[in-house]
């Protein structure tokens, strides 16, 4: 867990887009010490983090009174807004208020914030999504599972790395299922079926394009 003594600076993604890599917030804030002992900063964006619910988060929006900490958030990814690009810094009184100056006002619109601040209130929908979330991620992760595929999961996405990736992206594309494919490594990242009909066109889609990818 240290940091090479180079670093002075660093940027994490938690959880990691594509990977969904999640890592604990104890290692994170040990990183945090180090980087701070050198005069660092340990930046955490933690953009899908919405999508856990509270006990699975991870989130340092707690500890980002510390100087050298600080945690971006945004509701473009749980809440489905990123048309109203809108973001949050949390951290450190001074830094945020230089940030403030830095920034200048009307950073975010007024439509945007009757928006955010509206589905921030909306408690019962966010504690709704998070459960239907957490069911349609199994079910994403068991079918891959079920082609033979190792896929790491948030409730908002799974990603799998497999040489097959990109004809295994080709052949679903033949059937109007479009995967983000990444080369390093090979591997592609699956979204969400916006609906039953939708999941079972998702299913025979795959079981089709791995018969023809053999």
Do not use: Y
């Amino acid at each position: 867990d240290t940091l090479p003594d180079t670093v002075t600076h660093a940027v994490v993604v938690n959880p990691n887009n594509p990977t969904a890599t999640h890592l604990a917030a104890d290692r994170l804030l040990r990183w945090h010490a180090q980087l701070a002992a050198r005069g660092g900063t340990l930046i955490v964006d933690e953009a899908f983090a919405d999508a856990f619910g509270h006990e699975r988060s991870e989130t340092l929006a707690h500890a980002t009174r510390r100087e050298g900490l600080v945690v971006l958030r945004s509701p473009g990814k749980f809440f489905g807004l990123a048309g109203a690009r809108c973001g949050f810094a949390l951290g450190a009184p001074a830094l945020l208020a230089a940030l403030r100056a830095h920034l200048g006002a009307w950073t975010v619109s007024g439509p945007a914030r009757h928006a955010v601040t509206h589905a921030f209130e909306d408690s019962a929908w966010q504690n709704e999504m998070r459960i239907r979330l957490a069911a349609e991620s199994a079910r994403l992760v068991a079918l891959l599972r079920a082609h033979g595929f190792t896929p790491h999961a948030t409730p908002l996405f799974a990603w799998l790395a497999d040489p097959r990736a990109p004809v295994l992206q080709d052949a679903l594309a033949r059937h109007a299922v479009w995967t983000r494919r990444f080369d390093a490594p090979a591997s592609l990242r699956f979204g969400l079926p916006a609906s039953e009909s939708e999941w079972q066109r998702f299913e025979s889609a795959l079981e089709q394009a791995m018969r023809a990818i053999g």
